[in-house]
């Protein structure tokens, strides 16, 4: 061994090039392993070289003629060239400008106004085990104020889990996502998801709802940019694949697709025959 090999399996040399560049390809959480470097000395005697002593055997036993194996891998090949053409085609073409969001802000009003304030219960409860059985509870038709009596672990509970009328803004921001759910819930009686806050987990109820108001713009800009950039991807991407179809030579043989497809329901029309039972027969 020399130069830049960095280890050696049976006849398979693996440089150090190489082994950085199969650390570079691991998830953010795995590169976060290896910050030292006996982690990487780690990685690279407890994935690097089994991976490849694996890859060695798979080839031996010939697994890589196996024709499931190598259609799967011709799958891959394709999605991964696929997915780098469409990120490419995609490039440079899907940024939402200030202008873009503020012009969809104001034709859109509607979506962004909703009650001034709301009125909710809660049951609140300190631990995943009584809040399945919170649940649980809940999906066998049990009522709403009678388990916040129960179970809620704060002074709600005497009251069956009523906090009063809520606005905007109102609470602590570590109860933002409390505040989204409780604000997003449409009909008198509908019960929100599962929300954790540092308090607990929770799951909310409306009671009501009185008085409009319009969220500001700076409140709702990035679910906007983000709406937006989501729809423009999908935008250029059928156009691009469009464009694409229309300079292709796409030619179907429709007499083996009916044919085919003639043959596939004959089958299915056997097969429901065959477990029929047969009339007069007990």
């Given at each position: ?24 390809r691991q998830p953010l959480e795995g590169k976060m392993k290896m910050l030292t470097e006996k982690a990487e000395r780690e ?240």
């Open positions: 061994m020399g130069g830049k090999e960095l280890v050696r399996v049976n006849d398979v040399s693996i440089s150090y090039e190489e082994f950085r560049q199969i650390s570079e990685f690279l005697e407890s994935y690097v070289v089994p991976r490849e002593v694996l890859y060695q055997e798979a080839k031996r036993k010939g697994l890589d003629k196996d024709k499931e194996i190598q259609g799967k891998v011709e799958d891959f090949r394709r999605q991964l060239l696929t997915d780098a053409l469409v990120e490419e085609a995609l490039r440079g073409k899907t940024a939402i400008s200030d202008s873009e969001i503020e012009k969809y802000y104001k034709e859109n009003s509607d979506r962004f106004t909703e009650p001034r304030e709301v009125k909710v219960r809660h049951i609140v409860v300190s631990s995943e085990l009584i809040l399945r059985e919170v649940l649980a509870r809940l999906g066998q038709g049990g009522r709403f104020e009678t388990l916040a009596q129960t179970y809620n672990i704060d002074r709600s509970g005497g009251d069956g889990g009523n906090l009063g009328y809520i606005r905007r803004g109102q609470l602590d921001p570590r109860f933002a996502q409390f505040e989204e759910a409780a604000f997003s819930l449409k009909n008198k009686g509908d019960v929100s998801e599962v929300v954790k806050t540092p308090y607990g987990f929770h799951i909310i109820q409306l009671e009501d709802k009185r008085g409009t108001a319009l969220r500001p713009l700076d409140q709702v800009k990035e679910k906007i940019r983000l709406y937006l950039q989501t729809k423009k991807k999908q935008d250029v991407y059928l156009a691009y694949v469009r464009d694409l179809k229309s300079k292709a030579k796409v030619t179907i043989n429709e007499e083996l697709w009916v044919k085919e497809h003639e043959m596939e329901e004959k089958g299915r029309k056997e097969k429901v025959e065959e477990v029929t039972p047969k009339e007069g027969k007990k």
